[in-house]
């Protein structure tokens, strides 16, 4: 069964403090792997797509590595604004359906 | 890019009523989705909308407790019904997939 988790489930941060953050999957056939931000009462917003291992994305703060078990979503000195849930999501095997993790969310104290 | 409006955004609602959540894109798409989204839990979808044909309801999912409706391209409505506790959370609409996802901003559903 196709699978994803998410951890830490929620983390704290200093303004400034650097993290990352887990998503480790189980699929076949991988055909990429996403990151969105959700805000609360919003709707999940696309960071991030990852397709092989080795891949790297950046967008301003963050920075989405993959390997063929897990992708990390680095956070380098982050700000209050960062404060959100990071979603992780797979195409579930022979679909166009995607699986999603439960999400970290993320606090970034001033 | 899609600009998806939801409505209601959230409302309360007694045990045993239904709830319709009305979903509209700024343009045409063939496929929409809908996800549940429960406290702690990830995003589920609920089924698959085609304009012009019956939803594909995913493992879990009656169309008796979730009816969909996609009369047009840019339209579609999940129905809640015969609601319990259990059916509270958020529901999301969808369209497009992967780097291609836009998602409304959900309803909050609270049954009591």
Known sequence: EDQVTQSPEALRLQEGESSSLNCSYTVSGLRGLFWYRQDPGKGPEFLFTLYSAGEEKEKERLKATLTKKESFLHITAPKPEDSATYLCAVFQGGSEKLVFGKGTKLTVNP | ?112
């Open chain 2, 1 to 112: 890019s899609a600009v998806i409006s939801q409505k209601p955004s959230r409302d309360i609602c007694q045990r045993g009523t239904s709830l319709t959540i009305q979903c509209q894109v700024d343009s045409q798409v063939t496929m929409m989705f809908w996800y549940r989204q429960q406290p702690g839990q990830s995003l589920t979808l609920i089924a698959t909308a085609n304009q012009g044909s019956e939803a594909t309801y995913e493992s879990g999912f009656v169309i008796d407790k979730f009816p969909i409706s996609r009369p047009n391209l840019t339209f579609s409505t999940l129905t809640v019904s015969n609601m319990s506790p259990e059916d509270s959370s958020i529901y999301l609409c969808s369209v497009g997939q992967g780097p291609e996802a836009f998602f409304g901003q959900g309803t909050r559903l609270t049954v009591v």
